[in-house]
Nanobody, 122 residues
Framework: QVQLVESGGGTVQPGGSLILSCVVPEEIFKDSHVGWWRRAPGKERTFVAVIARTGVPQWYTDAVRGRFTISRDVAKNTVYLQMSSLKLEDTAVYYC???????????????WGQGTQVTVSS
């Protein structure tokens, strides 16, 4: 099973910005909702955002709505997570995956990749 591959993490100060990238296997890109999740230190992985397979709509968890934007580039089979106004509590490993709603909760459908570390620190 070909995994999705995340990149773009780093260390930023509070209020800063980062853009994460997720390369999706071409054979599944156009048929899949794709989302981002994150796992903060010592916590479980939680949903962040999803973009529909058609590009619209997008869904966000309340903690990031208005600060994060999920988008995609069809030509590059890539989904992006643009993060701005970053807060200390955004520190986490960020993962992308094919997404499906299961009993109202967005759930990753494939094996999880390595993720990309985002650290917000002053």
């Amino acid at each position: 099973q070909v995994q999705l591959v995340e990149s773009g993490g780093g260390t930023v100060q509070p209020g800063g910005s980062l853009i994460l990238s997720c390369v999706v296997p071409e054979e599944i890109f156009k048929d899949s909702h794709v989302g981002w999740w994150r796992r903060a230190p010592g916590k479980e992985r939680t949903f962040v955002a999803v973009i529909a397979r058609t590009g619209v709509p997008q869904w966000y968890t309340d903690a990031v709505r208005g600060r994060f934007t999920i988008s995609r580039d069809v030509a590059k089979n890539t989904v992006y997570l643009q993060m701005s106004s970053l807060k200390l509590e955004d520190t986490a490993v960020y993962y992308c995956n094919v997404a499906r709603p299961v009993t109202g909760i967005w759930t990753g459908q494939r094996d999880w990749g390595q993720g990309t570390q985002v650290t917000v620190s002053s």
